[in-house]
C-alpha cells in the first residue's frame, strides 16, 4: 500500500471563499443538457438499463465534468446559479463550498430537498433523508444505532459473511457470471441479511420495491400508488417482526424506538440502498481484473482473513474506488433553509444546490489521480469519518451530519462478497468496458454489460 499523505492524496484548496454567480439562459441550457438532465434520464432513485448503456456509449459523465469545468473557467468557483424558472437552483463547482454545504447541515442546509422528498415519498415517506427537521433526530440516532456507524464489524458480521458464502459462492463455482446472474443472487443475500431467510426467495418484495423506485424517478410528475406502497411497508414490518436471528431485523427488533421512527419506512430505505451496493460490487471485480498487483495483493489478504468475521481493508478500499470512479449516487443534494452568504453574494433560501458527483470526484483539472484507481486515498483511518484525506472532494457515502449511516455495514457486505467470488482464483473480465491499469480509466462505466469468469 502507498504511503499515506503521498501525492495521490490532495487536499481541498484553500478555504478562499468566492462569490456566488449566475448563468445566462444559453448556458443554463448547455448545462441542462450536458450535466442535468443525463442524470436525470439514467434514474436516480432507479437506474434504466438503455440509459446506463448510452451513458457508457457516449460517456456523458466526461461530457458533465467538462460542462462544468467550462463554467468554473468562466465563473470562478463560487456556486453557479442556473436560470430556471420558479426554482433557484445552484451547480456547486469547489471542494471548498461543498465541505460547508456538507458539513453545515441540516441547517442551514438540508438534505431534505423538495426534489428529494418527492421522489422517496413514493417508497419511504417517513424515511430520515426527508424527514422534517422536528422528526430527523430521532430517526437518525437510530440509523445510527441500528447500522452501527463508525464499526467496521457489524455485530451481525459473521452472519453476512455466512450469508454471501452460501448466495454467491454458486457464481464462483459455475466459473462465469454477468450481471443478470449476479443481481438475482445479490439480492437473495440482501433479503436474509436484511429481513431473514424466510424472505430469501421473496422476489414480490423486491420487485414490489422496484415498481416504487421506478416511480421515484418521476418525482413531483407521478402519482404516489398508495396501496402499494402501504404493501410494501406492511410486508417489511413483518419481516421486522419475525426478528429472524442473525439478520438485521432481528438487531431492529431488540432496539427501543418511539412509535414516530416507523422502522418500516427505514428499513426500506436501507433496500434502496443495497441495490447501489451491488452495482458498485459487480464494478469492482474489473478494478480487480484489470489491476493483477492489486488483485494479488488482495488474494493475500482474503487468505490471512478470519473465516467468520474478515476484515477486508484492501477489498473496502476496492469498493470506495469502485463508488468514487463511477458514483452510484449521482447528485448530492442540499436545499438552504435561509439566505446564505458566500463572499458578499446572497443565495436566497429554498436553493437546491447540486454536489455532481462526477465532477466532484473525477475533476482532473485538481486532481492527479482522478481518473486513475488509487486505493491508497482510502487508508487513512485517522481521516474524518473514516472516509479519506480529501473528504470534501470525494465522499461516495456523502460526509457530515447525513453521511451515510450503514457505510461500515456496507464495505464489509461488499468486501466480503468480493472475497467469496475471488477466493483462489483470477478474475477476468470477458464482457463490457475494459479498465486497465496504466489508462485513464473512463467515467462512465455499465454495470449490466460486465461479465466475468474465474480461473
Known amino acids: ?50 440509459l446506463v448503456r448510452l451513458a457508457d456509449r457516449l460517456q456523458l459523465d466526461d461530457r458533465a465534468v467538462r460542462a462544468l469545468q467550462a463554467s468554473r473557467r468562466r465563473h470562478g468557483d463560487g456556486p453557479l446559479l442556473l436560470r430556471v424558472p420558479g426554482r433557484s437552483l445552484a451547480l456547486v463547482l469547489s471542494a471548498r463550498d461543498a465541505g460547508r454545504l456538507l458539513a453545515e447541515g441540516p441547517t442551514p442546509f438540508s438534505p431534505a430537498t ?113 396501496p402499494a406502497r402501504a404493501e410494501l411497508l406492511r410486508r417489511i414490518e413483518a419481516y421486522v417482526q419475525a426478528a429472524e436471528p442473525g439478520s438485521l431485523a432481528a438487531t431492529v427488533a431488540a432496539l427501543p424506538a418511539d412509535p414516530d421512527v416507523h422502522v418500516a419506512d427505514q428499513v426500506a430505505h436501507w433496500l434502496f440502498a443495497w441495490d447501489a451496493a451491488g452495482i458498485a460490487t459487480h464494478r469492482s471485480l474489473a478494478l480487480l481484473a484489470g489491476h493483477p498487483a492489486h488483485a494479488a495483493a488482495v488474494a493475500e489478504e482474503v487468505d490471512r482473513a478470519d473465516a467468520v468475521a474478515p476484515d477486508l481493508p484492501l477489498l473496502r478500499a476496492t469498493v470506495l474506488e469502485s463508488v468514487r470512479l463511477w458514483p452510484t449516487t449521482l447528485a448530492v443534494l442540499r436545499e438552504s433553509t435561509q439566505d446564505t452568504d458566500w463572499a458578499g453574494s446572497t443565495v436566497p433560501a429554498g436553493t437546491t444546490f447540486v454536489i455532481a458527483s462526477s465532477l466532484a470526484h473525477r475533476d482532473d483539472e485538481l486532481l492527479d489521480d482522478a481518473d486513475r484507481f488509487a486505493p491508497q486515498l482510502w487508508a487513512d483511518d485517522a481521516a474524518p469519518g473514516g472516509t479519506s484525506a480529501s473528504l470534501w ?63
Open 1 to 50: 500500500m502507498t504511503a499515506l499523505h503521498d501525492r495521490a492524496v490532495q487536499h481541498p484548496a484553500p478555504a478562499v471563499p468566492a462569490p456566488a454567480s449566475r448563468a445566462g439562459v444559453g448556458e443554463t441550457l448547455r448545462l441542462a443538457g450536458t450535466a442535468l438532465a443525463p442524470m436525470l434520464a439514467r434514474g436516480i432513485i432507479l437506474r434504466r438499463p438503455p
Open 114 to 226: 423538495r426534489e428529494k422528498r418527492a421522489a422517496l415519498q413514493h417508497f419511504q415517506p417517513r424515511g430520515v433523508l426527508i424527514s422534517p427537521p422536528e422528526e430527523r433526530p430521532a430517526r437518525r440516532a437510530w440509523n445510527e444505532t441500528a447500522l452501527q456507524v463508525d464499526v467496521p464489524l457489524h455485530a451481525q458480521a459473521a452472519s453476512v459473511a455466512q450469508i454471501a458464502a452460501q448466495e454467491l459462492s454458486g457464481l464462483r463455482t459455475a466459473g462465469r457470471w454477468d450481471w443478470d446472474t449476479f443481481a438475482p443472487a445479490w439480492w437473495r443475500a440482501v433479503r436474509r441479511l436484511t429481513l431473514g431467510d424466510a424472505a430469501r426467495d421473496d422476489e414480490a418484495l423486491t420487485d414490489l420495491l422496484g415498481r416504487l423506485r421506478s416511480r421515484a424517478n418521476w418525482a413531483f410528475l407521478r402519482r404516489t400508488d398508495g
Open 393 to 455: 472532494s470525494m465522499v461516495p457515502f456523502s460526509a457530515g451530519p447525513a453521511r451515510c449511516p450503514g457505510r461500515d455495514l456496507v464495505l464489509y457486505t461488499t468486501g466480503v462478497a468480493l472475497s467469496v467470488l475471488t477466493a483462489g482464483h483470477r478474475v477476468e473480465q470477458v464482457a463490457g468496458r475494459r479498465v486497465v491499469e496504466g489508462t485513464a480509466l473512463p467515467r462512465s462505466l455499465d454495470h449490466t454489460a460486465l461479465a466475468y469468469r474465474v480461473s
